[in-house]
């Protein structure tokens, strides 16, 4: 009998130890990035290595980490090539130095024009290789009071979705003004995460940007790990912060109001499924 209940025991354990292994930590930096690149990565690394010593495998930076500058030309100057550059050296030096899966919010590359970039999100696994690249596919115009904006001028856009395989499941890839195009998310397939590094404006991100969040977190039954540029920039723009994790069941599980930091929390594959199996939202879809 002693010989069978350490049995258990141990099958106890083993199971425990087995739930922990699929239970990850992730993390959304913020920050307020400005025109000097060099700056933004030194406070990106800060940043990052915060959420590392807090555990986190999964760390996703938010759009334009690497530039805000005084204006929308300015990416432009700082474009660089795939595979070769500042920026892309830092990422892949980053992932590797940790062994951590980074996603780099977005980052200037060059594009077919002179003048324009692609707003490119890059992802690169624990070994600092790049493991996927998207395309911004939606580009933000506002024409709003006194706030102008027309990302068409200085971005080409790109065409295709990108899912990315990864230890910790399907992650969709996604930037900013693409969280108002949920037909977008639907296209990605049963994702089991979806990332949308951002820098929303403040008008429209007090408006409508913890409603879309949680509603794409929602409708896909995914985790969204939303990080995004949160303060005053040189150039005078104001972005909204809030940076945010939310689960499948849309509840917000950490945030970040203003200001540099990091957002953490848990992501629990055995959770969503249960969520999936107990509502089959995803299988009910008769619109296609």
């Known amino acids: 009998m002693a ?10 354990k083993l199971s425990a130890q087995d739930v922990n292994q699929d239970i990850v930590k992730i993390a959304a930096i ?20 915060v959420a590392v010593n807090q555990g986190a495998k999964l760390v996703v930076l938010p759009e334009y980490f690497a530039i805000m500058g005084l204006k929308e030309t300015d990416k432009v ?46 992802v690169y ?7 996927a690249r998207y395309d911004k596919i939606h580009l933000f115009g506002l024409d709003l009071g006194n706030e102008h904006y027309h990302e068409e ?18 992650i969709g890839l996604s930037i900013c003004y693409d969280l108002r195009f949920p037909e977008l998310y639907r296209a990605m397939g049963e994702v089991n995460m979806i990332v949308v590094p951002s820098a929303f404006t403040d008008t ?37 912060g809030n940076s945010m994790i939310v689960d499948p069941w849309g509840v917000v599980l950490d945030r970040l ?5 990091v957002v953490i929390a848990t992501y629990n594959p055995k959770y969503q499924a249960s969520l999936r199996n107990s509502l089959p939202a995803l299988k009910h879809r008769v619109i296609k």
């Open 153 to 170: 001028n200085t971005i080409e856009s790109g065409d295709s979705v990108k899912v990315v395989e990864t230890p910790f499941g399907k």
């Open 204 to 240: 429209t991100g007090k408006a409508h940007w913890e409603s879309l969040i949680r509603a794409r977190a929602i409708e896909n039954l995914s985790y969204v790990v939303a990080s995004a540029q949160g303060g005053y920039h040189l150039s005078g723009r104001e972005t909204h």
């Open 257 to 261: 109001p203003r200001g540099s930091g």
């Open 30 to 49: 913020q920050m307020a990035s400005g025109p000097q690149v060099s700056a933004n990565l030194s406070e990106a690394e800060r940043l990052i290595e």
């Open 3 to 12: 010989i069978t209940s350490r049995l258990k025991t141990t099958k106890a």
């Open 77 to 122: 100057a700082v474009r660089e090539k795939e595979g070769t550059g500042q920026i892309q050296d830092f990422l892949s030096t980053t992932a590797k130095k940790h062994k951590i899966w980074l996603i780099g919010g977005s980052v200037p590359l060059v594009s077919n024009y002179p003048n324009k970039v692609r707003n490119s999100c890059l």
């Open 125 to 131: 696994n624990d070994k600092g290789k790049l493991a």
